[in-house]
């Protein structure tokens, strides 16, 4: 990738905007969602059997390219920018190649004017809203062969107050990808099109109950449920769930924007709850929606502490539905990246969930997972393990 450039630099003089070609423009406006909106870290899958992870100086551009999102004037500069863009449109027409504005990419074909002002409009709201004090609006689209596509608008959170506590108030890979590979292999989940369920069913067998721990913004649970929705052949309860305060209102927004029109009539019903896995249970008083076990346990990227594989596990022992109790297999999938910095609190997975006796959720199929770090900023990939966990007695889906 050529060297990061702050927008004063980088971008086509705002005098001379409609010297340039739509397709020159489209480029400066995916520079700036680079800058101020990229993509969750670690999403992109790499389809390929083997990967051989490479050295980059990707740390150096990311470090780059905070120090120019945190530039006041050149966040400034970047909204008179995509202003301009936006009230000179109509003015804007396509040069031919030798003008001294063109270049490689004006031989591209033209954009409509229509993306453009969806992107700059997108950015706009990023660049002089909320977004500057770091809150970050995203959108999640994922494609199903069976359900079509699959929208998720979310908001991410900052920080509060350097409290590592609330790091769930953004989207990290690990849930992007975990999201994905549902919507693209619905039945390796245990979501798949099956015998549609009556009415009459709904408090019986034919209610799935999903949950979601460490929900941090809801992609996950929110994806699973809108999947569900698109198929229309289950009755369902997701439970999305996590314990920071301020991560909890994040979710019930996300699950509000998602599902505005909520009712007891929906075939799909998701709420989100708090959950505290080092006291729970703490007694006989289990909340009601966390009375039932679950047919389906889903957990991304939150093994962070040496603790909390068996604080999950011991979640596990009463949340997750045993086998005799159940007509499909119920079982915890779990996609953890292996981060240096995070090499044994990852390692803790192995040891607490292996295999010790009939009774207690082990550890059934493991699978490594490669993804790009960023797609536009040097080679360095991001492994991701999948866990499928569950009794001795389940089998793994196929």
Avoid at 257 to 272: C, L, Y
Wanted: net charge negative.
């Amino acid at each position: 990738m050529s060297p990061i450039h702050p927008p004063t630099a980088h971008l086509p003089p705002i005098a001379k905007i409609v010297a340039y070609t739509s397709a020159q423009l489209l480029d400066a406006l995916l520079y700036l969602r680079l800058l101020y909106n990229p993509e969750v870290r670690g999403s992109r899958r790499i389809r390929a059997r083997e990967v051989r992870p490479t050295k980059s100086h990707g740390s150096d551009d990311s470090d780059a390219i905070q120090l120019i999102r945190s530039d006041t004037f050149e966040r400034s500069y970047a909204v008179r920018w995509l202003i301009a863009l936006i009230s000179r449109m109509e003015d804007i027409q396509e040069p031919t190649p030798d003008t001294q504005a063109c270049s490689a990419s004006a031989l591209e074909q033209p954009v409509h004017p229509e993306v453009l002002i969806q992107h700059a409009a997108a950015l706009l709201a990023v660049c002089a809203g909320v977004a500057a004090a770091g809150t970050v609006q995203r959108i999640f689209s994922f494609e199903s062969d069976e359900a079509g596509r699959i929208e998720i608008p979310l908001k991410d959170i900052p920080l509060e107050n350097h409290d590592y506590t609330s790091v769930g108030g953004q989207t990290w890979g690990g849930a992007c990808v975990l999201a994905e590979m549902i919507v693209e292999h619905p039945a390796r989940f245990g979501l798949g099109d099956t015998s549609p369920v009556g009415n009459d069913d709904r408090l019986g067998r034919g209610d799935l109950r999903i949950l979601e721990l460490g929900a941090g913004t809801g992609l996950v649970g929110l994806t699973v449920a809108k999947l569900l929705a698109a198929l229309g052949n289950r009755w369902a309860t997701v439970v999305s769930t996590d314990f920071h305060p301020s991560i909890l209102a994040n979710l019930k927004a996300n699950i509000d924007a998602n599902f505005p029109a909520r009712n007891d009539d929906g075939m799909i019903t998701i709420v989100s709850h708090f959950l505290d896995w080092a006291n729970f249970p703490v007694s006989a008083s289990t909340p009601d929606v966390l009375s039932d076990p679950f047919d389906i346990v889903l957990g991304a990227d939150i093994i962070y502490e040496v603790e909390h594989a068996t604080w999950i596990k011991n979640c596990l022992k009463r949340l997750l539905r045993y086998p005799s109790d159940s007509l499909t297999t119920s079982l915890f999938h779990l996609v953890i990246p292996l981060r240096s910095t995070h090499a044994f609190e990852s390692s803790t997975i192995e040891s607490v969930f292996q295999w010790e006796n009939h009774v207690e959720p082990v550890i059934l199929s493991k699978e490594s997972i490669f993804c790009e770090a960023h797609g536009d900023i040097g080679n360095d990939v991001v492994e991701y393990v999948y866990y499928r966990i569950g009794f001795p007695e389940s089998q793994p889906l196929a």
